[in-house]
């Protein structure tokens, strides 16, 4: 399996085994070193999630809110999965490629949760 890279833009994240089936969220991928930077900072909340990508950590400083991390290996199986309130700093994980961000309690709506397979649609 080739390296993937995603480009800076929208997207939408499917959740294959979401409650009830299938779910899809709107998604904000970022894939440049800026916009991996940046990520949530600054923001109030969020309208689905963001995928920072390659990544293995991130941290909350700077943030005005709690967020859900989700850790994704390189073929988007969902590895740990845990909140952080602002002013933490989480640890990499080894085998993470990727990591996904939402508001706080919603990735557990949507079904992300380890061993999840998720899918990103890019447009």
Known sequence: MGRRRWLDGAGTLVVEEGPGGTVRVPLQIAGSYR?????LLG???IEGAMLLTP??????FRMRMAIDVAHLD????????????PGRLGLPRMRARHVLESEAG????WGVRVGAQVRVEEG
């Open 74 to 85: 390189r073929r988007l199986k969902v590895i740990a999965v845990r909140t952080m309130r």
């Open 55 to 60: 990544a293995n950590s991130v941290h909350t």
């Open 106 to 109: 919603a990735m557990s709506e």
């Open 35 to 39: 916009a991996r930077t940046k990520g």
């Open 43 to 45: 923001r109030d909340s």
